[in-house]
């Protein structure tokens, strides 16, 4: 059953039939009589279906080849995406350094950690960055409305005051970047379904959303088949669009608690993770935490997942440039982590007690998981 299907599997495109220039017009026309109109509609129909509605059998087979040569591109080798690869840089030397030269086109990069960390205030600089750049525009994707233009733009005016010696390339600079929010994750999918369209008219360099998990943990619980179906549909799209479009995608993530029912585990059972489980963390190419220190003024970022280089910690601080990077001896690098043993269980086996525990539990356990990577 076609219909039954279509509701198991993430949408795949869609792109309307008049938009594939090799088609006959003759037959759109005749497609659209029948309410097939976009490509999903003619991947999820069987050859012999359109013979039965009276299509030739080399116009049906060279429609279906069009189809799904549209929804899966052609692969590229390996040396065609390596001198395609440029880096996008985030402006900040050492985190450079560490990605490999940047946020890697043609891939999702995640920043995950708990409120007040600077996630927001990471994406706003970036957004700032390539913008400033010239070359494109940025989509910012604002599901916590936390977005600020004033803050974008004091940022960029502190990392590039050259750039705002008139009126008219400051107005260009803000023109550069689309900013859509979303009350509701269902308002989100439809955007991703057809964000294919803003990237063409603003030749976006750059994917940003903020965040991945707010409206998913507000509308459902983290059992819900439906939030597990649209988490996977709106994953597809960004990884879609990013390969498609050889852009880096930049979403922000939340943290949460979870339990080890391992008895045999002497540190107790809570730990903090990113939210979204494992099929989200599957969909991100790299994962950037982000955490205090026991310094106010500091926080720490690592990079515990990527295909391309190893793990490394860096502290920063945020200030009205956006996120600083602040240069530290090695051996002091990791000691807020260190925490002692009995220390560690108790906060974990409080938190185990609360069935839904709190952000100041939250940040508890977090400071107290005894490894130095932070969380995973």
Known sequence: ????????????????????ISLDEKLVSFLAGKNITTVEDVLFMHLIEFLELGVNLQNAETLIQLCNTNAAPTPNTAGEILRSTLMCSTSLPHLDQCLGGGLVPGTVTEVAGPAGCGKTQFCMMMAAVVACRGDGGVIFLDTEGSFSSDRMMKIAGEKFPDLFASEERILTLANSVSRNIFDTSQNLLKALERLDEAIAKLDAKLIIMDSAASLLRKEYSS????????MAQQATWLKKWAELFNIPVLVTNQITTRFNDNESDALGDAYVTAALGNTWAHSVNTRITVNYSEDTRLRYMNIIKSPLVPSATISYTITG???EEIVEETDNVVTHHETHHQAATTVR??????KEPTNNQHTAVLQAQDNTDGFY
């Open 349 to 354: 086996i409080q938190a185990r007690t609360q």
């Open 1 to 20: 059953n076609n219909k039954q299907t279509n509701t198991f599997f993430p949408k795949m495109s869609k792109t309307k039939l008049k938009k594939l």
């Open 321 to 323: 440039r956006g996120i």
């Open 223 to 230: 059992a819900c088949i439906e939030r597990q179906e649209i």
